[in-house]
């Protein structure tokens, strides 16, 4: 595929991004990039991000006729250049562009939240599959499926993906015949603009609590909401969960731009008066998680979703998961016969899995990490395993998401018997030291704490030291096969490795 300077200028007078282009040759670009390394001749470069001058000469090396950039640069001597105003968002709209707006052909379904973005996707890609069986795409923190072959399901870098990347995967999706596509929305999508310019079909907003506040990330949490209310404004249609945070601020960013009728609110709480989904709790333990769902507006009946549903993954937030995912469904004809059954044999990987180890406690993994989801993983386990002791295994990040540590005491201190405060994605800083802060907001007396650096000793011992009724709690990493550390994936077995691992030590 050719992408040609005047098309290139057109769409970037478009978007009002152009500031001017210093023009050697009129040639036509025969791929774009981001990345030098991967630059091939006759392509389009583009320096983002923390971009290095130096990596403009290896483009130009490796044949590179143009490059994109907010400056001009002496190491782009004899190339064209493209100087704009804002160096992403031109990346986006020409990635767009480039492969040729796969978005018009595919009905795409973004969610967005700080808690169950994941949950929710797997639960709209398996309600969607369902009815349009190899139609379906996913593109999610843990896998991005672009078409029905084995080789068209990859494990993702991050949760929504660069905007070239995005596009890019998307043309293959429509290649290979997808018509719908469910997508995480990270908030870090519409601070880096990586999906600048795209129009969601429907946009579904679960809850807001504080995380991704730190360097790298949001300078505060109004720019944390800020950027998740985008969804909001670009999706056409918008489903909501009226129990979330900051519900005035999320339902005037989705009026803003939707007509009301367009919008569908859901709660769990029968004293939310105007929403028109309610989820009833039938019951959630930790064999059953049941729920009905009631139609309770005029426009919601239309749809013919409502019904007893069960979920095959424990958790009470999950029945708000799974609500979000069904009528963002119907909004794709889905109906209650198609939903319900997928529902019952779903699996989400590193999200409430669990082994039995005979001897000691039953062992759950799950990717909580932050205070909300760990506050509402462990009050549900607390409530499952009333007779033993809750113990958890936990760590925090280096470099991001500062706020856990303290949310990770506060939810310790709430609801642990005892915790085993250990090592996750260190990156650059000192896990003892993170460790430490993780202590500073634990309230003295509620929880013990034992300290063990290595995260496999620490999964080993609180397995080891759990007795029958007792629940471990392997939080934060869910499937993750790697440890962040100063700046090397280094490779892990997965916490339910480690699990398995020490009860086969067992027999
Ligand atoms: C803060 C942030 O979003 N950073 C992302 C961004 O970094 P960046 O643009 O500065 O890129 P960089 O890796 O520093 O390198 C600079 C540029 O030079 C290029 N380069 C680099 C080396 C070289 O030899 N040649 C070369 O051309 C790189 O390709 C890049 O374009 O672009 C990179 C890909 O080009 C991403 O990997 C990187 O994500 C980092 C790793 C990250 O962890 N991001 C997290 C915070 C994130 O985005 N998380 C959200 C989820 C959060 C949530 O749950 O809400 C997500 O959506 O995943
Ligand atoms: N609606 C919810 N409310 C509170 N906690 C939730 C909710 N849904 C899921 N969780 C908890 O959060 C964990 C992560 O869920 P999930 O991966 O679906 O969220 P996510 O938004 O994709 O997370 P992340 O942004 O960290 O990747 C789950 O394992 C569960 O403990």
Known sequence: MDLEIATVKAILTEHDLLKEIKSTKTVANTGISYDSRTVKPGYMFFCKGNFK???????????????????????GTGMTAIIVTNVTRAMAVLSATYYN????????IGITGTKGKTSSAYFAHSIL??????QVALFSTIDRIVGPKPEDQFKSDLTTPESMNLFHDMRVAVDNGMKY?????????????RVYGLKFDCGIFLNITPDHIGRNEHKDFEDYLHCKLQLMVNSKRCIIDADTDRFDDVFGAAKATTDP??????????????????????????TSNRFTLVESSSKAEAFHVAGDYDLNVAGDYNQSNATAAIIAAALADVTYQDAVLPLKSIV???????LNVPGHGVVFVDYAHNYASLHALLKFLKHQYHDGKVIVVVGSPGDKGISRRAGFGQALSEQADIAYLTTDDPAFEDPEQIIQQIMDNIKPGTVEVRQVLDRHDAIEQAIMNSSEKDVVVLAGKGEDPYQKVGGVDTPWPTDMGVAEEVKRGLS
């Open 261 to 286: 009728e367009q919008i569908y609110l859901f709660s769990a709480d029968v004293e939310n008066g105007g929403v028109d989904f309610l989820i009833q709790d039938e019951e959630d333990d930790l």
């Open 348 to 354: 989400i990987p590193g999200r409430m899995e669990h």
């Open 181 to 193: 596509l469910v997508m995480e929305v990270s908030s870090q999508a519409y601070l880096r603009d």
């Open 129 to 134: 599959n369902q009815k349009y069986p190899n």
């Open 101 to 108: 707006f796969p978005q018009n052909d595919l009905f795409i």
């Open 53 to 75: 001058p130096e990596y403009l000469s290896v483009a130009r090396q490796n044949g590179a006729t143009t490059y994109v950039s907010e400056n001009e640069y002496p190491e």
